[in-house]
């Protein structure tokens, strides 16, 4: 069967579910470093060489939601919360754009203390002092908030769905249900925006096939952007004990999203990384990934931004961290982008032209 599975691969056919599950549960190393190497050649078919750098701002780690899995869930009383202004925020993404980022992603809880109004003001604010395209990724919001964010010039909007399984999905959030999400995401591409979604590998309760629908799924809402990161326990959570994903699972699913979508922008995760820091963002760029979102967020708030324990790259300066990256890119013969790095798929109205 794997004899057939290659040969649709190599003749760019659709995989179906069984095969995506034969793919997810192979162990054996020769024939898993083969699914990197093909994964590897369609990557560089249909995105090139380029890696994409966005420059992340955490700007804060208030949220009104209580996902089981995650660090500054509402009711973890154990973490420091912070906000940070609107004109530090906008201060960072300047820093950003300076360091040659040509995307911020500005990510937060779900604090509602930054109104509609105020993130208007904010992302007007970087259209005008920063070169940048700029990422929200800030959670559920009613359609009109999105349509407004558009218009004042965001251009893409990211927004997980950790989980295509509707049962496990309700048990991990216990604040908003998988169709919702799902519309959302359909609000999102309606509106305009590069719309990107992602999961968690090693969830308590995920199956491999699972994790096979996960990979059709973003297929079938054809993502601008995949995130893929590994599930990584917090002891501060209902979930606390669990195991956490592996490095291993978190390449399969990286190397099949980018075999079954192919022009999408793939990022190899802090995540992966801090499972794997001496290799993993490379693994994961080798694997299909051609994204990497360097933390630009002021060194005095990393720590907080707590979504797992033991993150990476927290006390290294903005400049540290541009340095590794580059050498890290370099080092397996990749090269920088130096555009806006928007979708392959389609254009917007806020893209801003190469």
């Given amino acids: 069967m794997t004899k057939n599975i290659w040969e649709k691969i190599d003749s760019e056919q659709e995989l179906n579910h069984e095969e995506l599950c034969s793919l997810l549960a192979m162990e054996n190393a020769e024939q898993l470093e083969l699914l990197y190497q093909k994964a590897d050649k369609i990557r560089k078919k249909y995105v090139g060489d380029e890696v994409h750098l966005r420059g992340l701002i955490e700007f804060s ?15 973890n009383k154990k973490i420091k919360r912070y906000r940070m202004q609107i004109d530090e925020i906008l201060d960072t993404a300047i820093l950003a754009a300076n360091l040659g980022y040509k995307t911020v992603v500005l990510q937060s809880g779900e604090d509602m203390y930054y109104t509609t109004d105020k993130l208007v003001e904010l992302i007007r604010f970087i259209k005008k002092n920063a070169d940048v395209a700029i990422t929200l990724s800030i959670g559920e919001r009613s359609y009109e908030d999105y349509a ?13 769905f950790e989980t295509s399984n ?3 999905y309700a048990k991990l959030h216990p604040d908003s249900s998988f169709e919702n999400r799902m519309k ?18 090693g969830l ?36 606390a004990g669990n195991p956490n994903g592996t490095a291993e699972m ?97 254009k917007t109205d806020n893209a801003i032209a190469f």
């Fill in 166 to 168: 509707p049962e496990l």
């Fill in 250 to 346: 978190t390449l399969k699913v990286i190397a099949l999203t980018r075999i079954v979508t192919k022009n999408t922008h793939i990022p190899a995760t802090t995540a992966l990384a801090t499972l794997r820091p001496a290799d993993g963002r490379e693994k994961a760029l080798k694997a299909g990934a051609n994204v990497i979102m360097p933390n630009v967020s002021p060194i005095k708030y990393r720590e907080y931004y707590e979504l797992y324990p033991n993150k990476i790259c927290i006390r290294e300066t903005e400049r540290q961290c541009n340095d590794c990256i580059k050498r890290r890119i370099y080092s397996i013969g990749r090269t920088i982008s130096k555009g806006y790095g928007h979708s392959l798929k389609k």
């Fill in 204 to 239: 308590p309760g995920q199956s491999i096939e699972d994790l096979a629908r996960d990979i059709l799924k973003f297929k079938e809402l054809d993502l601008d952007m995949i995130g893929v990161g590994p599930y990584i326990c917090h002891p501060d959570t209902p979930l």
């Fill in 61 to 75: 780690n208030y949220c009104r939601n209580n996902c089981l899995y995650c660090g500054i869930r509402r009711d």
């Fill in 184 to 201: 959302i995401l359909n609000w999102l591409k309606q509106i305009g925006y590069q719309t990107g979604s992602g999961v968690m590998i």
């Fill in 148 to 160: 407004r964010f558009f218009e004042a010039g965001a251009d893409r909007y990211l927004i997980r």
